[in-house]
């Protein structure tokens, strides 16, 4: 067994009101640690809204967005943001942010030539505006003159940031309060490593950190099925880019068999070359018993954090108990 | 007449829900929840006002489409409504012109009506195709947003002075007269209570001084304020501020027409006007609900009526 972890919740603002009021409603009692509310960009629940409705109808638990790309959202809209969710939930906000998936900034008309740089000038740029600063500043995106948040008291909002490749890892562990990661088991290990030393090569401590995983979490023991889990690991596969795959020990024909399948014809078609291996390898899935496992496998490796999120279909809501409860069990002290 | 007070000027979350629990509680229609360049974010500080009310009809904005896209305000209205039953309205204009060069959004002043009309179109029709009802208002002072405002559930205009309001009213009314149930409102700044000395009331006087500044130049000309809005927006352009000069610039004489500020007397009778004008709403902007007394004033004044 691992040592401490917290078990979260992950939404998105493509789920129904219905089953995000649901998650809310519960969260709480679940003994989630965070829920973390997704943007899928200019699609279904505004992100904003959704995280403050969460908030109000929460009273413990922490929530979170995860992730909001800088880059789609006036810096200054951000800000105000930021302060009124930490208002809204008595300093139970977190802002993770992030630059936002490239194809889905193209699909906007949004490039950005420098990412790294523009996440580590909007982290500054947020954090001086909550600390009470008036701002002059520019970027690729934003541009403030004389403003601030006219605020007399400090806010000090814990920010993660949801990113991938190795430059923005190590920026993560020089600024960041904590880290939204996903990919397969290999790439999670490399990833939190890399974290840990940018922050001690930046002095600061690693157990500062919080790390937070996010991957596709599928409990096929409650009505979900299995091909679900598949179909779902095939789009995964077809998102992961090549440098994270030759991290892995998988066999790269099956793998890119799978993503020219997708890419050619449906997720659909491109699941039934998924096998057991790689529906492991990319997602947690089966039992509850195996996927509590594959928590405690994730935490072992330094995680502090895994979000159950999206899919949720079949009796989602029983699987989120059962895990919860199953959870629970391991870490009651005989 | 349905009365309405701007919340969330400069307040923290915690004011801002005590005044709308006592707008809620004692009988005031509507909340107004004020948007940028106000610090708080409109669409959350809704959500966590609907949550702790039950009746009043929460109205968001004013919200700027130059600011946010058509899609992300479609997206916080219906997502307020599904989430807290149909009790939200909006209140679309153009925004503050100078806040907004300062965050890096430029308006072109050519452009800026045919935008913020367009964006109010498809947002009205988005909402009504989801079958959300909300009503749309958009806020007007020059004659084409004026006139633009006939595509939108109704307008609030940004007036206070009666000679200026059925001057609007007049734009308004000119060839097709508005649809049976369309809505007029006026949302200017507000002070009940003792005005003698105008310009020193720092809130009302800053208040009446960015509706006179950002006052349409067609506008300003015919009613003969052009020299001094102009000289008070170089000034502005300078400092970067609203300062005590620019108000001073201005005077109180044309101040007075940006604001209503009198005794609850003073507002009865204003009120009682503008109902025999046709206007069904008033939203009393800041300073009057800045402060839990200018709330609770409105409320006993409202109660006495």
């Known amino acids: 067994m691992s040592g401490s972890y917290g078990v979260s919740i992950g939404i998105t603002t493509h789920m129904n009101v219905s089953a995000t009021g649901w998650i809310a409603k519960n969260a709480d009692s679940l003994g989630a640690k965070t829920v973390w509310v997704g943007e899928d960009i200019a699609l279904g629940q505004e992100a904003f809204v959704l995280t403050a409705a969460t908030l109000v109808q929460t009273k413990n638990v922490r929530v979170g967005t995860g992730i909001i790309p800088v880059t789609v959202h006036n810096i200054s809209t951000l800000a105000r943001v930021g302060l009124t969710l930490d208002e809204i939930g008595n300093g139970r906000f977190a802002f993770g942010l992030g630059i936002g998936g490239i194809q889905d900034l193209e699909r906007h008309g949004i490039k950005i030539k420098k990412p790294v740089t523009e996440l580590r000038n909007s982290v500054e740029t947020l954090r001086s505006l909550w600390a009470g600063d008036t701002i002059d500043a520019t970027s690729e995106v934003f541009a403030l003159r004389g403003y601030d948040l006219g605020q007399e008291r400090k806010t000090d909002i814990p920010i993660f940031l949801g990113v991938r490749g190795p430059q923005m890892l190590k920026l993560t562990g020089k600024i960041a309060n904590g880290v939204i990661l996903s990919g397969p088991f290999d790439y999670l290990r490399y990833a939190i490593k890399t974290v840990n030393s940018s922050a001690e090569q930046a002095g600061r401590n690693i157990h500062d950190i919080e790390k937070v995983v996010w991957v596709p979490t599928i409990p096929t023991f409650k009505g979900i099925k299995e091909r679900v889990a598949r179909r779902v690991v095939a789009l995964v596969i077809a998102d992961t880019p090549d440098p994270v795959l030759d991290m892995l020990t998988v066999d790269r024909e099956k793998v890119n068999k799978i993503r020219e399948t997708v890419a050619a014809s449906s997720p659909k078609e491109g699941a039934k070359f998924v096998d057991d291996e790689l529906l492991d390898i990319f997602s947690i899935s089966g039992t509850k018993n195996h996927m509590v496992d594959r928590f405690d496998d994730v935490a072992s490796i330094g995680a502090t954090e895994v979000v159950i999120g999206p899919p949720f279909s079949g009796e989602w809501r029983e699987a989120l108990v059962e895990l919860f409860e199953e959870n629970a069990s391991r870490r009651v002290v005989t | ?305």
């Open chain 2, 1 to 305: 007449m349905r009365w309405g007070v701007a919340l969330n000027v400069r307040n923290t979350l915690s004011e801002t829900l005590r005044k709308a629990m006592v707008v809620d509680t004692d009988g005031l229609e509507q909340i107004w929840v004020t948007d940028f360049p106000t610090i708080r974010y409109a669409p959350a500080v809704a959500a966590a006002i609907a949550e702790s009310t039950s009746s009043c009809r929460i109205g968001v904005g004013l919200v700027s489409p130059i600011l946010y896209s058509t899609t992300q305000i479609v997206q916080f209205m219906s997502t307020l409504i599904d989430s807290f039953g149909e009790r939200f309205d909006l209140l679309l204009g153009p925004g503050d012109r100078y806040a907004l060069t300062n965050i890096g959004v430029i308006q072109s002043g050519k452009q800026v009506v045919g935008q913020t009309i367009g964006s109010l179109v498809r947002i009205r029709n988005e909402l009504r195709e989801g079958g959300y009802r909300c009503s749309t208002f958009l806020g007007a002072q020059g004659p084409a947003m004026i006139r633009g405002s006939l595509k939108a559930d109704g307008v609030l205009l940004n007036y206070s002075d009666l000679q200026l309001i059925q001057w609007a009213l007049d734009q308004l009314r000119k060839g097709n007269q508005p649809p049976k149930d369309f809505q007029i409102g006026v949302f200017p700044p507000t002070f009940v209570g003792n005005c003698r000395e105008f310009e020193r009331d720092q809130g009302v006087a800053v208040s009446a001084a960015m509706v006179a500044i950002g006052l349409n130049s067609t506008v300003a000309r015919l009613f003969g304020f052009q020299d001094h809005i102009e000289r008070a927006k170089r000034m502005v352009k300078e400092r970067g501020k609203i300062n005590l000069e620019v108000i001073k610039s201005l005077g109180d004489e044309i101040l007075q027409r940006f604001a209503f500020c009198g005794t609850s007397d003073q507002l009865i009778n204003y009120t009682e006007t503008l109902e025999r004008l046709g206007v069904s709403q008033m939203v009393f902007g800041p300073p009057q609900g800045v402060t839990r007394d200018g709330v609770e004033d409105l409320v006993k004044i409202r109660a006495a009526l």
